[in-house]
């Protein structure tokens, strides 16, 4: 079963900038796709960024421009690096291992005004 552990969130202002990072617990990056996901309170958990085993990522439409999902597959590590955060942005953020059960717990992230 593989474990993800996600980090890197927090309370920031308007404009500012957070790096997510979420850590597996195994070798799982050079034979699946990873992605992050979102739930902002009474709303459903929605896909921001993805990233493939070839490099290829997508980018919902709202956060193209200020989000860049990579990923170490030396470290067992995806990062989502979130640059000019708005209060919209305010959600608990997961990471997924594509096409799997995969997921992990969740990091917050409040962006206030």
């Known amino acids: 079963q593989v474990q993800l552990v996600e980090s890197g969130g927090g309370l920031v202002q308007a404009g500012g900038s957070l790096r997510l990072s979420c850590a597996a617990s195994g070798s799982i990056f050079s034979i699946n796709g990873m992605g992050w996901y979102r739930q902002a309170p009474g709303k459903q958990r929605e896909l921001v960024a993805a990233?493939?085993?070839?490099?290829?990522?997508y980018y919902e439409d709202s956060v193209k421009g200020r989000f860049t999902i990579s990923r170490d597959n030396a470290k067992n590590t995806v990062y989502l690096q979130i640059n000019s955060l708005k209060p919209e942005d305010t959600a608990v953020y997961y990471c997924?291992?594509?096409?799997?059960?995969?997921w992990g717990q969740g990091t917050q992230v409040t962006v206030s005004s």
């Open positions: 990233s493939d085993t070839g490099g290829s990522t």
């Open positions: 997924h291992v594509l096409s799997t059960t995969a």
